[in-house]
Nanobody, 123 residues
Framework: LQLQASGGGLVQAGGSLTLSCVASGSVPRINVAGWYRQAPGKQRELVATLTIYGRWSTKYADSAKGRFTISSDNAENTVYLQMNSLKPEDTAVYYC????????????????WGQGTQVTVSS
């Protein structure tokens, strides 16, 4: 099982990007997914999370509220991060994370990380 993040790139301030994170392999479902980012010289920080299994809910960092939207296509085991009104301070490597149960035992879950995708916002 692996997570593959994509969709990063170079965009001007005020522009938009949509990141995708696909879980492939033996994936019965995604319980919880999240996007994190790490700028140079800074710690990795939470951007947004999405609880898919159970009580559906979202959570956003203050910096993402009103500009970013996390969503999923459960049939495709894919999680998205739509980013609008991008700012130079959004420049970072973005990582996806997913909590996924074992196909053989849905009560046992593991956290997986994608490889990261670079987002650069120019001023």
């Amino acid at each position: 099982l692996q997570l593959q993040a994509s969709g990063g790139g170079l965009v001007q301030a005020g522009g938009s990007l949509t990141l995708s994170c696909v879980a492939s392999g033996s994936v019965p479902r995604i319980n919880v997914a999240g996007w994190y980012r790490q700028a140079p010289g800074k710690q990795r920080e939470l951007v947004a999370t999405l609880t898919i299994y159970g009580r559906w809910s979202t959570k956003y960092a203050d910096s993402a509220k009103g500009r970013f939207t996390i969503s999923s296509d459960n049939a495709e085991n894919t999680v998205y991060l739509q980013m609008n009104s991008l700012k130079p301070e959004d420049t970072a490597v973005y990582y996806c994370n997913a909590n996924i149960p074992l196909m053989s035992d849905l009560t046992r879950t593991y956290d997986y990380w994608g490889q990261g995708t670079q987002v650069t916002v120019s001023s």
